[in-house]
């Protein structure tokens, strides 16, 4: 499989690249899930930027969205992860509503969820 590496946003150590993953929800909305770098090295297995709509991402942590992903993402294989996030996803929250609940509650209780906005080429 080949991975857009191309950076569309940063916010200090964190870049966020232009890979996407679809995470369709039970009730068939959908939220789009890109890999983030810590420090420009290989895609970090716990962070995601969640794409908000123009231009703008919230960076967030899998691990307060699922817990059990903090033990389970760095046992498997690294092409099984996305599979492995976005089945973890969907189980835990049915809806976008539920979904964007638990990116509001991961902001009020694990301080704020970052903003990044895209950059745009000179």
């Known amino acids: 499989m080949?991975?857009?590496?191309?950076?569309?946003?940063?916010?200090g150590a964190y870049s966020v690249t232009a890979q996407r993953y679809e995470l369709q929800l039970v009730d068939g909305?959908?939220?789009w899930l890109h890999d983030v770098r810590r420090h420009l090295e290989e895609p970090d297995i716990y962070f995601r930027a969640v794409h908000r709509g123009?231009?703008?991402y919230t960076l967030v942590?899998?691990?307060?969205l699922v817990p059990?992903?903090?033990?389970?993402?760095p046992l498997a294989p690294a092409i099984d992860r996305p599979g492995l996030?976005?089945?973890?996803?969907?189980?835990?929250?049915?809806?976008?509503?539920?979904?964007?609940?638990?990116?509001?509650?991961?902001?009020?209780?694990h301080g704020p969820v970052r903003e990044v906005k895209a950059e745009v080429p000179a």
């Open 2 to 11: 080949l991975n857009d590496t191309r950076i569309i946003g940063r916010l």
């Open 29 to 31: 909305s959908l939220r």
């Open 54 to 56: 123009a231009g703008v």
């Open 61 to 64: 942590d899998l691990r307060r």
């Open 68 to 73: 059990t992903l903090a033990e389970s993402l």
């Open 85 to 109: 996030v976005y089945y973890s996803l969907r189980h835990r929250y049915p809806g976008a509503l539920q979904f964007d609940i638990a990116l509001r509650d991961a902001q009020a209780l």
